[in-house]
């Protein structure tokens, strides 16, 4: 993967405003050269209109004497359009004096004498009175120039016209000289600002981009890095707050590492409390059946059957006692070679018969519908946790009799078992907090908060999901969905 190229805000901010002057700059530098250069062309024009209008008095003036015979015919003519023709200044290409019927009687070029030219005023609406003017391109050169063509008349009377053409390469080059001298003094404008732009940015932009990478570089246990405060402007007082706020963070980081040692040492003796309850609870429910069956024994004790029965029964409880004892002695709970699979009507006909003397007490009924040959992967012991603390709180709900049923079935991902009971049910309000840890709905001596609590854990353990349904007088259905396999 390449690396993603960046900017920083300082090279952000020097780069765009470098380039938002320089195309200002550029942009007035451009109009300025326009503006020059449309001036010097008008002061051209206006130029050859004072000369047209001079040169052609002169020549209508010798055109009239020499109608009246005082002067050589064409010699006065003659000197004044070859005194205009030498003249450099003027910067004139050609001159021309045409008669009326536009024919050249005197020329700056002899080889143009007595050729016809176009009608200059064509176009015109036979309006002759006023100077034309064009702007057209040499063929030869590729240079600019403007055309004059002015009529020779006086009070209606037409002698001809006078036609001269001035060359715009003197303009062409001033206006490129002025544009190369606005270049370069645009250029060092440019490298002027540059500069100014650039102690701005570290004046201005500086100091927010040591603080980012300050805050960039704190981490948890490292000794904070402060920015140094120059200055009593906003971007000094950022600075001073930011320096202030680190030294904050680090009192109270070390207020929380205070508090955080304080309540590891509370949460190991919280542990220690909770172990020691659920070990309690996990051998309180197979005592509960040890007595049941200790009174049984008492009425039925004369006969054998029924003795071995409940001898066999007594004996597993104390088996789970011992397991559940060992397991608290070995590593996270880890028993090896411990079966993953259990069979769910063995582990119910077990657990039903440690519950039997208490559902005879209550006068509850039992029904189960689980398939004998449905089993569930998980370690036996883990099954009868979770079916005798979901049962033990069906009973404890049904004090006055009821009927609690149990049954299971398996989809082609899931197992799901279901216990219901008639019992007085569970407000609606409490209902999401019965899995909290300490939490019970029974009364004071009655129970410890940690049996639903357990049950939760261990379905969890095993990728399974534990839901509670619950009506008030009607009774609690507590659905428990394991997966097919792991």
Not at 241 to 254: C, D, F
Not at 394 to 400: D, F, K, N, P, W
Request: proline share 3%.
């Amino acid at each position: 993967m390449h690396p993603t190229f960046s900017l920083s805000l300082q090279r952000k901010f020097v780069l765009i405003a470098f380039i938002s002057v320089t195309c200002l700059t550029l942009a007035m530098g451009f109009f300025a050269a326009s503006k020059t250069k449309s001036a010097l062309f008008n002061a051209t024009k206006q130029k050859g209109e004072m000369l047209a209008q001079t040169v052609s008095a002169l020549i209508i003036n010798e055109l009239i004497y020499e109608q009246l015979g005082l002067v050589e015919e064409g010699g006065l003519i003659d000197n004044y359009v070859r005194e205009l023709s030498e003249r450099e200044e003027l910067e004139l290409r050609y001159v021309a004096v045409l008669d009326n019927k536009f024919h050249v009687i005197s020329h700056s070029d002899f080889s143009e004498f007595g050729k016809k030219y176009n009608n200059p005023f064509a176009g015109k609406q036979g309006n002759i009175e006023n100077i034309v003017i064009s702007k057209i391109n040499n063929t030869q050169d590729g240079s600019d120039e403007l055309k004059f063509a002015i009529p020779l008349s006086i009070e209606g009377k037409r002698w001809g016209a006078l036609l001269f053409a001035m060359s715009l390469e003197g303009v062409e080059k001033e206006a490129k000289n002025l544009l190369l001298q606005i270049m370069a003094l645009t250029g060092m404008a440019l490298l002027f600002l540059f500069i100014i732009i650039y102690f701005l940015s570290r004046r201005f932009i500086r100091p927010i981009i040591l603080m980012s990478q300050a805050m960039a570089e704190v981490e948890p246990g490292m000794v904070e890095k402060l920015i140094p405060v120059k200055g009593t402007d906003e971007l000094s007082q950022l600075a001073a707050s930011y320096n202030e706020m680190v030294k904050r963070i680090r009192q109270a980081n070390e207020k929380m590492k205070l508090t955080h040692e304080k309540l590891l040492h509370s949460e190991k003796l919280a542990t220690l409390g909770v172990l020691s309850s659920s070990v309690a609870h996990r051998i309180n429910n197979p005592l509960g059946g040890l007595f049941n069956c200790l009174k049984m024994l008492e009425r039925h004790g004369d006969d054998n059957d029924f003795r071995e029965k409940y001898l066999s029964l007594i004996e597993e409880g104390l088996d789970s006692i011992e397991e559940t004892v060992g397991q608290l002695l070995w590593t996270a709970g880890k028993r090896e070679g411990e079966a993953k699979i259990a069979s769910v009507s063995g582990i119910l006909d077990g657990v039903v018969t440690f519950l039997e003397y208490r559902l005879g007490k209550q006068n509850i009924q039992y029904t189960q519908a689980v398939a004998p040959d449905l089993h569930i992967p998980i370690a036996p012991h883990d099954l009868e946790e979770i079916f005798l603390n979901t049962m033990i709180n069906a009973i404890q709900a049904m004090e006055q009799g009821g009927l609690l049923e149990v049954s299971a079935e398996q989809t082609c991902t899931h197992i799901t078992v279901q216990i219901s009971d008639t019992g007085v049910g569970i407000p609606p309000e409490q209902v999401d907090k019965v899995f909290d840890l300490f939490y019970s709905t029974k009364k004071a001596g009655e129970g410890t908060g940690l049996g639903m609590w357990m049950t939760y854990e261990l379905v969890a353990k095993h990728k399974g999901t534990i839901e509670l349904a619950s009506e008030i007088g009607r009774g609690t259905t507590v659905t428990i969905t394991f997966p097919e396999t792991r």
